[in-house]
């Protein structure tokens, strides 16, 4: 497979790599360019990671009649910058009787699995380290991984706030995979293709699929919205670390780095839940009604970042205004309402096409 | 297998977990030893002792005067009201007849200081549930108040401004503007935290029928204040026993009778009304008068015992004081609300979600240097 394809169609990648392959054999400059495009978006996604708090920061100060970070550069620009830094700096602590091995393994769980999901995100056309053709199914499997992660820490902590907070996870992320399943597989049935790149092709004509649809797509959408914020454990869901009954849920005994992954995963969580929703339901790179599409230069990754960023401030909306739900609650309001809803939209997104009253 | 026998199989066990002394939801020191069953709540124990300064032992120590200021510190966020509690105590010792002026100050102030505690109270009640941006809007409306406080007297929390025989000094000659701007400026601001909190499906969920707290036991535990009239216990204070200026307004007693933890919200929301009412009634006629009877500089009780009580924002407070003709008392007894509200929460948090327990204490509004003094 030639990697270089897939990269930013820039003349700048097209010359780092003719360079790297007119140095060594080729299986090494295929590898080398492999660690480099894995090392980029690495550093790309910790840096957006990073952001996604001040973003978050900047949005609850709105809400909440504050100015928010201001003081570590321009607007706060570099304020998660220093934040990142002295976590770097602070020392690892623990407790005694925790679980050594499990205890250091499960951070890197949360965040892995975060950070491989990225890999399959088609941020425009040209710009998608890996299309696979079962892209959507690898999403929902990688980034469900993680709450082995939480699972983990809760468990090794040896803290019962932390089992608590471990054990809620499991519960809720196991319940609420199940809707984000079935909301996408409804709009796998409109697609019929699991190929990111040729999901957001067939919105070129047809319009968005939330469109396409109409009313089960509308249906699939909140419903997906409402799973995905429970996945991400973020208001109201954040029962996993429900600050005002949990201490701090699940890291309450980590410190430092390991906390700051944590940290980290939840924001890059949210980058992909709303970067699924924008492929599944708001057409991916596309520019609405095709303003930019004769627009050569246009880069298309401009209406793939400005629509999941509209999703994510959404989804800071939610955690800024609503109440936490109770354990209990959660669980009905899935197993009760979001199921069998989900089902049956299932079954009306099927007769709609099978009747095509799609748009 | 039927459940009966799946239930002798797994053997579970109960397991106790220590909420407090450091707790986000427990507003202070207070440590609740909770035993849990998966997440059921067994058994709840309050565990008191952290922040006991011996206030009432203090108090045998000191002059009148002097007692005042320790009160400050004992229900922290209705500090005048409790100020105001010893000095009526004193002054009915002493046989004083306070001028009218000082009446309606004082009545005034109290009412700004239970909006203001009831301000910090939403605030927090929607941070436990969650729903962390009510805290802002609450802060943003009690700075104004403390604004207020500050400009009269110089301090925005620990008052001091009542003395035995009335006020230290004459409030500030921006006092009324001040307070009628804050009215009007609160009136449009309860329908917004109304909109934010209380109409939200999430909130009504959490609450309705949570911690259901029945009049019979509200009564045997001697629960007061809006948590005793959230399950329809008529007792408040200033419409019972009225002091200072309460005899010459018209308020209502807010009562409901559902008992549970979304009552005692409305009860409290409602109240903030009655407060807004009762400041209105009074603002543009402060009569004029002295501020301060005359007192000798060393106050001296005639020998017994003397009883008062007050409405602070979280119930009945009582100042007993028994005193043997020094200059300081024999024994200083304060009935606090939030001790016997506390001793409730027990009873009625047996078999329930953690998430519960965090609500229902949320609504009792508890303040832990009160409950400990």
Redesign the interface.
């Known amino acids: 497979m030639n990697f270089t394809q897939m990269i930013i169609p820039l003349n700048i990648t097209k010359t780092i790599s003719d360079w790297i392959y007119s140095i060594m054999p080729e299986t090494a400059a295929s590898y080398t360019i492999m660690v480099i495009i894995a090392v980029a978006y690495l550093a790309l996604f910790a840096v957006a990671g990073l952001y996604l708090v001040l973003l978050e920061r900047k949005v ?1 100060a709105w ?4 100015i928010g970070p201001n003081r570590v550069g321009p607007w706060g620009l570099l304020q998660t910058m220093a934040d990142a830094l002295k976590l770097v700096s602070k020392e690892l602590t623990s407790t005694i009787k925790i679980d050594k091995f499990l205890y250091n393994l499960a951070p890197y769980f949360v965040i892995v699995s975060a950070l491989m999901a990225m890999a399959v995100f088609p941020f425009s056309k040209q710009f998608q380290a890996f299309d696979i053709n079962i892209g959507v199914f690898f999403l929902i499997a990688i980034s469900s991984i993680g709450v082995i992660g939480i699972l983990l820490a809760g468990w090794s902590s040896n803290n ?2 932390a089992l ?1 907070g471990a054990m ?1 996870s499991g519960l809720q992320t196991i319940s609420y995979e199940l809707s984000v399943g079935l909301s996408i597989l409804t709009m796998v049935l409109l697609t019929g293709t699991l190929q990111l790149s040729e999901i957001i092709e067939a919105q070129r004509t047809g319009g968005w699929l939330i469109l396409q649809g109409h009313i089960p797509s509308i249906i699939a959408f909140m419903i997906f919205m409402i799973a995905g914020t429970a996945e991400t454990n973020r ?2 869901f ?2 996993v670390e ?6 701090a849920g699940f890291h309450t005994e980590y410190s430092g780095m390991k906390f700051a992954y944590f940290f980290l995963a939840e924001f890059i969580n949210m980058f992909i839940i709303s970067s699924i929703a924008v492929v599944l339901f708001f057409g991916g790179w596309l520019s609405p009604f095709g303003i930019t599409e004769n627009i050569a230069w246009f880069p298309q990754v401009f209406w793939f970042i400005i629509k999941v960023l509209g999703l994510i401030f959404l989804m800071m909306w939610f955690r ?10 959660l669980l009905t309001l899935e197993w009760k309402y979001l199921l069998p809803l989900n089902l049956m939209n299932i079954v009306l997104m099927a007769i709609v096409i099978w009747l095509n009253w799609t748009i | 297998m039927t459940d009966q026998q799946a239930q002798n199989k797994i053997k579970t066990e109960e397991y106790f977990i220590n909420m407090g002394p450091q707790h986000p939801a427990a507003h202070g020191v207070l440590r609740l030893i909770l035993t849990i069953d998966g997440e059921i709540i067994k058994n709840v124990e309050p565990d008191l002792g952290y922040i006991h300064r011996s206030i009432e032992k203090m108090c045998e120590r000191d002059s009148y005067q002097q007692i005042v200021h320790l009160t400050d510190r004992m229900d922290y966020l209705s500090s005048h009201i409790n100020n105001e509690a010893v000095c009526l105590t004193v002054e009915k010792g002493l046989e004083i007849e306070v001028s009218d002026r000082v009446k309606v100050i004082r009545t005034i102030i109290d009412e700004l200081t239970r909006i203001a505690s009831h301000c910090l109270w939403w605030g927090v009640m929607g941070m436990d549930l969650g729903a962390l941006t009510t805290y802002f809007y609450a802060f943003r409306d009690r700075e104004m108040i403390n604004d207020i406080f500050e400009e009269t007297c110089g301090a925005r929390l620990t008052m001091n401004y009542n003395v035995p025989g009335g006020l230290m000094f004459d409030i500030h000659p921006n006092f009324v503007k001040r307070t009628k701007d804050f009215i009007t400026h609160f009136k449009t601001k309860i329908p917004e935290y109304d909109r934010l909190l209380t109409g939200n499906v999430i909130f009504q969920k959490r609450t309705k029928g949570v911690g259901i707290l029945t009049k019979e036991d509200a009564i045997s535990f001697g629960v007061s204040g809006p948590t005793a009239r959230g399950s329809g216990f008529s007792s408040d204070v200033r419409k019972h026993h009225p002091y200072s200026a309460y005899d010459r307004v018209n308020f209502k007693e807010i009562l409901f009778t559902e008992g549970d933890t979304f009552a005692r919200y409305q009860v409290r929301m409602m109240e903030l009304w009655e407060s807004v009412s009762i400041i209105e009634q009074l603002i543009d006629n402060i009569p004029e008068g002295e501020t301060k009877a005359a007192t000798k500089a060393v106050i001296k009780l005639p020998k017994g015992e003397f009883y008062q009580r007050v409405e602070t924002a979280r119930g009945e407070l009582g100042v007993y004081i028994n005193s043997t003709g020094n200059k300081n008392p024999y024994r200083v007894k304060f009935r606090s609300p939030g001790f016997s509200n506390l001793s409730v929460l027990n009873h009625i948090s047996k078999d329930v979600l953690i998430g519960d327990l965090v609500a229902t204490m949320a609504s009792f509004d508890f303040v832990i240097p009160d409950i400990d003094r």
């Not at chain 1, 809400?63 to 504050?66: S, V």
């Not at chain 1, 429900?242 to 201490?247: F, I, N, Q």
């Open positions: 609850a809400f909440q009649l504050r019962k706030y608590i809620r208001a109201p954040d029962l429900a600050e005002s009954e949990l201490g800024w205004t609503f109440p936490r739900l109770r354990v209990d609650q």
